[in-house]
């Protein structure tokens, strides 16, 4: 992966004396020179920008955990170390139906627990005989990373693993040395021999309280495992390339920075300045002013909101009454894409190694709602793109007659995300009144409000670190969800014979 880590000083230097016709951004992270001004500082974070990797990921907007495994036969969230394998039997595991549902919601990459806590392997692993192979399914033959790639590969969605780092049935969990080459192990197999894989999602729930035998993970060989097997991967969470929004309610934060001083703790000098800055993924401020005048480095760490379609990660048939509604969803959206973020929706197969055919119905009635309501801008000349100072507004003219409720605004992040503060107005009666207001952009920012039928809307760039570069501005009608729509949905589901 191309990292460029420029000292700061230098790069200034060319902004400062215009050499840089051709624009310097600087991917990834950006180490500060001591002698920097905080404002210095400030204008270095405005060229900060995602790799291209991180850039194609924030891009796919809607991505899904699928959580399986031993648990969704125990009916436990955790397992321990003592779960028979035999016990994973699913009666009738499609792999191709999970896709399908998938696609139907609109999602663009599908993450596999490979192996969460309980140890347990969805492949069959030559590091442990806690795995598929030692159950009867498919006669010990079976191979759900397999099975699932190859459907991923079928109809075109990306594939990414949740490899969980705890692992409470490996026998060396707590000699560090061993556990860590058998972990490298895994990955390795994993990362040679299913093909592209996009995501590695390393679970930050990583330590086992009670085990006096504290594991010590080596993050930085298995970090360089991943990028010399599968360089267009981005790693999450315990991954320097994708951020934990630090809830799992899917909700984001109101002001999300992709450009931030926060590290994965991953190693001790990562852990020394989080705790410096005070700071860590649950933090309200991951980027104002005030945190980067204080830091030493930054980074472009974007957040992924994770969240379930159910209270819980794993299949319960207790929960299938507890499936998020599709207004619960739709706020879900809002609140996670509309808010400068991936959302990461966990969508659990249960145990005939199906997608549940009521989060299927849910899941299609999301992705077309999303995509009906975004079909249709409501701007007259939709191609929106322009450069802000402070203070710059730009007015779009709205098709006579049409009621909107929500604008979206988009930064172009390949040249940085620079917006602190903008509003918005309407026109109505020749008369601009203000409906929204918000502090970051982003990739995308989506705003609601109530119903409006305006002659034009007005978004001013109130404060920005550099000119800001507006991407895309829509503005569009999103139809309300009755509780009607969602027991017709309902009533359509064929039941299970
Ligand atoms: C957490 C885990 O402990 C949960 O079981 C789940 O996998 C969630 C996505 O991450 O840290």
């Known amino acids: 992966m191309k990292r460029l880590v420029f000292f700061a000083g230098v790069l200034l230097l ?48 809607l991505t899904a955990f699928v959580h399986f495994g031993i648990n969704t036969f125990t009916g436990k969230e955790w397992g321990d170390r003592t779960e028979d394998p035999d016990l994973f039997n699913p009666t009738n595991f499609n792999a191709e139906q999970w896709v399908d549902a998938l696609k139907d919601g609109g999602f663009k990459m599908i993450i596999l627990t490979v192996k969460h806590h309980d140890g347990f392997c969805l492949w069959p692993t030559k590091t442990t005989t806690h795995s598929v192979a030692s159950s009867s399914w498919r006669d010990g033959a079976g191979d759900v990373v397999r099975e699932l790639k190859n459907a991923c590969d079928k ?28 972990f490298a192990q895994q990955l390795n197999e994993l990362l040679t021999n299913y093909g ?30 991943i990028d010399s097997l599968q360089p267009s991967a981005v790693k999450a969470i315990m991954g320097d390339d994708i951020r934990w929004v630090g809830k799992e309610k899917g909700l984001g934060r109101e002001t999300e920075w992709s450009v931030t001083p926060l590290r994965p703790e991953t190693n001790e000098d990562a852990i020394a300045e989080n705790k410096r800055l005070e700071i860590s993924e649950t933090a309200k401020d991951l980027g104002s002013r005030k945190l980067i005048e204080k830091a030493n480095s930054i980074y472009w760490y974007p957040s992924e909101v994770d969240v379930s379609i159910r209270p819980s990660w794993f299949y319960h048939p207790e929960e299938d009454s507890k499936v998020k509604s599709l207004e619960e969803l739709v706020n879900i959206y809002y609140q996670s894409v509309g808010m400068n973020s991936v959302l990461l929706l966990n969508v659990p197969a249960d145990t005939c190694g199906l997608i549940h055919e009521l989060d299927v119905a849910r899941l299609k009635d999301f992705g077309q709602y999303i995509e009906k309501t975004f079909a249709d801008n409501k701007i007259k000349e939709a191609n929106s793109q322009w450069k802000a100072k402070n203070g710059s507004f730009k007015e779009y003219e709205i098709k006579t007659g049409e009621t909107i409720n929500t604008i979206l605004l988009q930064e172009d992040i390949l040249k940085g995300q620079r917006v602190e503060v903008f509003k918005i107005e309407v026109l109505l009666n020749e008369k601009w009144t203000k409906i929204a207001e918000g502090t970051t952009i982003g990739y995308k920012r989506l705003l609601r409000f109530d119903d409006v039928t305006p002659e034009k809307i007005r978004i001013t760039i109130i404060e920005t670190r550099f000119s ?14 009755t509780n009607d729509t969602i027991t017709k949905e309902l009533n359509h589901i064929e039941k299970e014979s």
């Open 468 to 481: 800001a570069n507006i991407k895309e501005v829509g503005a569009y009608y999103a139809a309300p969800i």
């Open 155 to 182: 109809h075109d969605m990306k594939f990414g693993i949740y490899l969980s780092p705890r692992d409470r049935n490996a026998e060396s969990y707590g000699d560090s040395i061993k556990y860590n080459e058998m």
């Open 196 to 225: 592209d894989v996009h995501e590695v999602w390393f679970d930050g729930a990583n330590r086992e309280t009670s085990n006096s035998n504290k594991q010590r993970y080596d993050w930085k060989t298995f970090i360089h495992v």
């Open 14 to 61: 060319l902004l400062n004396t215009g050499c840089n016709k051709q624009k310097s951004y600087i991917e990834k992270e950006i180490i500060f020179n001591e002698k920097l001004t905080p404002e210095q500082k400030i204008k270095l974070a405005a060229y900060l920008v995602p790799t291209k990797q991180q850039y194609e990921w924030q891009r796919l907007e």
